[in-house]
């Protein structure tokens, strides 16, 4: 039925369990994953001729979201790797998250979206949303929602 599914992760506990299922889905049916990580885009924390303390370098930047990808990614991998289960892993960077996602399992031709739920509950998720939500409303692929 499904032969690509994308896989977003953050790294959290959940994101990982919903990868572990994502995995077991995919062998099952004899589908790839590509496993995609969204970081936000470099904004250096400069104002004016201010330079804080804390400012981080686009060089420093670039490395710290690498390792952080490669940390998240390869989480994925390792799972996807145990069960024999062909895998692929991209990063993106975006203000939108959803969007990134969206885009992501088009440009890799995916046909399913397979993302764990996070759950925000009660007047955060009438304000803000999660990106869950996000995707599920604007995507045109199918989309599995892992609780």
Known sequence: MFKHILVPTDGSPLS?????????????????????????????????????????????????????????????????DAEDVPCATVQASSDWPYEAIIKAAMANKCDLVFMASHGRRGLASLLIGSETTKVLTHCKLPVLVYR
Not at 24 to 43: E, L, Q
Not at 54 to 71: G, I, T, Y
């Open 16 to 80: 990982l369990r919903a990868a572990k299922a994502a995995v077991r889905f995919a062998r099952a049916n004899g589908a790839r994953i590509t496993a995609f990580h969204v970081t936000s885009p470099y904004r250096p924390n400069i104002a004016e001729d201010f330079i804080p303390p804390n400012f981080v370098s686009l060089a420093e930047f670039k490395k710290q979201v690498k390792q952080s990808a490669d940390k998240y990614l390869g989480k994925v991998k390792q799972l996807a």
